[in-house]
């Protein structure tokens, strides 16, 4: 109810001084877009016209509505999403990243994988290929991870970094003015990951020095959720 009330005083505020925020940009692009019954309007058709290709990048953090604008606007063979699932980080704004799963899963879409990683070392890649493989296949088919997510190492040499992962609690540094937040489940998750590696040295940052390969992972005042 008081979100309902919220909108409505918001809506009539934007429209008395004449504004519009993002999410109106694509809301009313869809209503020109698109009928009540589902048909592409005339004006999509005039839009459509106008591209013979289109090329969307980070498609992992799209939402409903603009799939739907972008599903609507494109011919049948001419649209190019690219996306890393990995990467999508604005959940908080409606993306979602089970569209672009869906497209992947989709056997009359035609799929590239750029798995080739040729910036970082081979320890970089393999540390993070060990992390996305705990954490993303607790997603399940929501936004399912399988060895096509994992990246390859297209970089000459092995390298020797030592890979460490910290872990720290933002509320108990956050005199110190520090942005790092820990998610539900952080601390699980991190552990989950040493115990994989055959190590548990939660919270050992005075522990012997890691492996080219190994996770060193600190949890100073990390909470359980």
């Known amino acids: 109810r008081f ?3 919220f909108e409505t005083k918001y809506r009539y505020e934007k ?11 694509e809301r009313l692009a869809c209503r020109l877009m698109i009928d009540e019954d589902g048909t592409p309007t005339p004006l999509a058709d005039t839009v459509s016209d106008q591209y013979d290709e289109i ?4 498609y992992q953090d799209v939402n409903k509505i603009q799939d739907l604008i972008f599903s609507t606007i494109a011919k049948n063979t001419d649209r190019f999403m690219v996306g890393d699932i ?13 569209l672009f799963a869906d497209y992947r899963r989709d056997d009359r879409v035609k799929k590239i994988y750029l798995s080739h990683n040729f910036r970082c070392d081979r320890p970089i890649i393999d540390f993070v290929n060990r992390i996305c493989g705990v954490l993303f296949t607790c997603a399940g088919r929501t936004v399912p991870y399988d060895e096509t997510h994992q990246l390859v190492c297209g970089k000459g040499g092995n390298g020797e970094h030592e890979i460490e992962l910290a872990v720290i609690d933002a509320a108990h540094h956050r005199a110190a003015h520090l942005g790092i937040v820990v998610l539900p ?5 991190a552990e989950r990951l040493d115990v994989a590696h055959g190590n548990h040295r939660a919270g050992g940052i005075g522990s012997p020095r890691a ?15």
Do not use: C, M, T, W
């Not at 429209?15 to 109106?24: A, C, V, Y």
């Not at 489940?185 to 998750?189: L, M």
């Open 211 to 225: 492996g080219p390969l190994d996770a060193r992972v600190r949890l100073p005042q990390v909470h359980r959720f």
């Open 185 to 189: 489940g952080a601390a699980d998750a």
């Open 86 to 98: 990995k990467q999508s980080i604005y959940s908080f704004r409606g993306a979602e990243p089970s």
């Open 15 to 25: 429209r008395i001084r004449g504004i519009l925020d993002f999410n109106d940009l």
């Open 3 to 5: 979100l309902v009330s």
């Open 55 to 58: 090329y969307i990048d980070e």
